[in-house]
């Protein structure tokens, strides 16, 4: 058997550091095999899904020298590797199930389906379909559907029992069925759902390993049924650990930046950053924590990988960063500061700004320095002497990141566009607006252009910038969040978006 593994990022947002950490993993067992490793393009959310957010994942992917050997760019026997470009393979599996029996057409309203949610919380039940249209006769089904009347597909579930998972790492878990929702398949818009593609995919591509977060054994037993109805053999299962803050908590945004391009910009090497990540739960066999990738993969086994949650310590890859700089030669070092930030393409958005301002070469360091090296490190007294305070520079900070968390085109003009639209609806001057953002962004009361800085510094620094200047003002409690949710909702933008839920 040939082994094969395959990553499936969503190019919904940043690409993120668990992304990396799980395709790490990945590439590297199917490499220490003679294997072949996949990138899939899960982009079946159509409405988040961007070619900008796909580009940057696979750019960041390059960078940390995580290379495919099937997908986008690249190529294989097994495409396309997006699954926007596979709907006829996911149209025919939803059809197959629904002629054997195993999944049916659902009417259900959204109204409704909250409605029966509602009443299973109250009642202290586990929220999931009750099977409203599990009653209807084909010949109804097809009747409504022949009429254009919305619906979605949802797989059956058994009503009792248990199913039982092998995990390769946990062994047998078993999981009730009365747990499990009858997952939706089909969406109303023809569109598959992860479920549903994630193992049409994976069947199709051959894949003889998924290993991926402990977030999705809880999905598990969909999959596994999924495979049964079809009659396929289901991969192996390994469910990795879930990188944690160091205060144990699941790595959030929220606590620790979880870009990968805010540690590019940062300065840290590709190499530091992947070392860091093989760290994160594998053990080497000399116990070296010093190695480069290709070391890694050498090393690299199943079995040394540990169940312990792996902290994300931004102290110890500043330190492995600083070792791998240490072992540059003053020529290579040269070589990655300039090729950093120092260079002609990095430097020349830059120019229009500071050339106007510019009396002597010396001006440009600390006119610059906020966006080519770290902010200062902010405190409450920063914000002193502003117009707002209080809960309303809360406000400002925390709807401002929540909006350009939102963004999806960082432009200029969508930046004006949208940090303008917010205090319009909130009622403030522009001025007043920005300048709690000028002293996030910059640690200054004054500096060169927002809107350019926002520009400049990108999606990752940019919010990174604004995280911190919340927590500088002591952070937000879950009760404050709750309020301030309250209040972003009543601006008609509902609540923040939470880490994205694809697979990583």
Not at 326 to 339: H, I, K, P, T, Y
Request: proline content about 5%; hydrophobic content about 40%; charged content about 25%.
């Amino acid at each position: 058997m040939t082994v094969r593994t395959r990553v499936a990022p969503s190019p919904t947002g940043d690409p993120h550091v668990g992304t990396a950490y799980v395709a790490l993993f990945n590439m590297a067992f199917a490499r220490s095999q003679g294997g072949q490793f996949v990138l899939r393009i899960e982009d079946t959310d159509q409405a988040r899904s961007t070619a900008e957010s796909e580009a940057a994942i696979l750019d960041a992917f390059r960078w940390l020298g995580l290379n495919w050997d099937e997908g986008p760019e690249v190529g294989g026997p097994h495409g396309p590797y997006r699954q926007s470009e596979r709907g006829d393979l996911y149209q025919a599996a939803a059809k197959q199930l629904v002629a054997d029996g195993h999944a049916f057409p659902c009417f259900c309203t959204a109204e409704r389906l909250d409605e029966v949610r509602r009443a299973q919380q109250l009642a202290k039940e586990t929220p999931r379909y009750d099977g409203h249209c599990l009653s209807l006769s084909q010949e109804e089904a097809a009747a409504r559907i022949q009429a254009g009347e919305s619906h979605v597909i949802r797989m059956k579930i058994p009503e009792e029992g248990a199913c039982v998972i092998d995990d390769l790492f946990r062994g047998p878990i078993e999981i009730a069925w009365s747990q499990i929702d009858m997952q939706v398949l089909v969406k109303s818009d023809g569109m598959p759902t992860y479920h549903l593609a994630n193992v049409v995919d994976d069947h199709h591509m051959a894949i003889t390993h998924v290993i991926r977060g402990e977030e999705w054994i809880n999905s598990a037993p969909k999959h596994r049924l999924l495979y049964d109805y079809f009659g396929w053999e289901a991969p192996v299962l390994a469910h990795l650990p879930l990188l944690r803050n160091p205060d144990r908590s699941k790595l959030s945004k929220r606590k620790n930046p979880t870009g990968i391009n805010y540690y590019r910009r940062m300065g840290y090497l590709p190499e530091a950053l992947v070392n860091f990540l093989g760290l994160m739960g594998h053990s080497m066999p000399e116990g070296q924590e010093i190695f480069d990738v290709e070391a890694f993969i050498k090393a690299f086994s199943l079995e040394r990988i540990t169940l312990g949650a792996p902290v994300f310590d931004q102290e110890k890859l500043a330190w492995l960063n600083g070792q791998w700089l240490r072992g540059l030669s003053d020529e290579a070092f040269a070589d990655r500061v300039m090729a950093w930030g120092l260079n002609r393409d990095a430097l020349m958005p830059l120019v229009p700004l500071i050339k106007p301002r510019t009396e002597r070469l010396c001006d440009l360091a600390p006119m610059v320095g906020y966006l080519l090296g770290a902010r200062r490190t902010l405190a409450a007294e920063d914000f002193e002497g502003l117009a707002l305070e209080g809960e309303a520079l809360l406000e400002v900070l925390q709807f401002t990141l929540w909006r350009l968390e939102a963004l999806g085109d960082w432009t200029r003009p969508q930046l004006v566009a949208t940090v303008e639209a917010l205090a319009a609806e909130l009622d403030l001057k522009i001025r007043v607006l920005l300048a709690p953002l000028f002293v996030a962004l910059s640690g200054q009361a004054v500096s060169l252009p927002l809107y350019d800085s926002l520009v400049f510094l990108g999606p990752d620094l940019a919010r990174a910038r604004l995280r911190d200047g919340l927590e500088a003002l002591g952070g937000v409690s879950k009760k404050a969040a709750k309020r301030l949710e309250k209040r972003y909702a009543e601006l008609g933008q509902g609540s923040a978006d939470e880490e994205s839920t694809a697979e990583s």
